[in-house]
């Protein structure tokens, strides 16, 4: 039986997730990593993205906004602005913030702030993908 360690992934407005676990996947400035039992302690910036999560035999999926990880000793914590599982994601309003955010990138207007609509359209892909993907 793998080992299990304690993952707590914390936004400005709930403790999303506080559970022991077997392994959590997460996107780093450095590429995905993989985290288990005794891993190496470490710190890194997490962009927007996924996180996969094996608790009792069964993969768990999120999306999470940007953020920072820290893996101590015990526990890893992820504080980022705002995390949501599959059925927490209203598909009808991540598909239409995905087309307002197209629709601004489009304009090649000085008051359209370009790096606002790629986080925008960025935020809203990864939505659309967590809530395809991981519900049930």
């Known amino acids: ?5 304690r993952l707590e992934i914390v936004t400005p407005d709930r403790v999303f997730f506080d559970e022991e676990v ?5 996107r780093t400035d450095d590429g995905d990593v993989g985290l288990m039992s005794d891993h190496i302690q470490m710190a890194s910036r997490i962009p927007i993205g996924r996180v996969k999560i094996k608790k009792d035999g069964e993969i768990l999926g999120a999306s999470v906004a940007s953020g920072f990880i820290k893996v101590g000793l ?12 599959p059925d927490e994601i209203d598909p009808e309003r991540a598909e239409a913030a995905k087309e307002r955010a197209e629709k601004r990138l489009q304009q090649k207007t000085e008051d359209v702030n370009t790096r606002r ?3 925008a359209l960025n935020k809203a892909l990864n939505r659309i993908y967590v809530r395809e993907t991981f519900r049930k």
């Open 74 to 85: 015990d526990k890893t914590t992820i504080i980022t602005d705002a995390a949501e599982w």
């Open 22 to 26: 077997t392994m959590v996947v997460v």
């Open 117 to 119: 609509a790629e986080i």
């Open 1 to 5: 039986m793998a080992s299990k360690f």
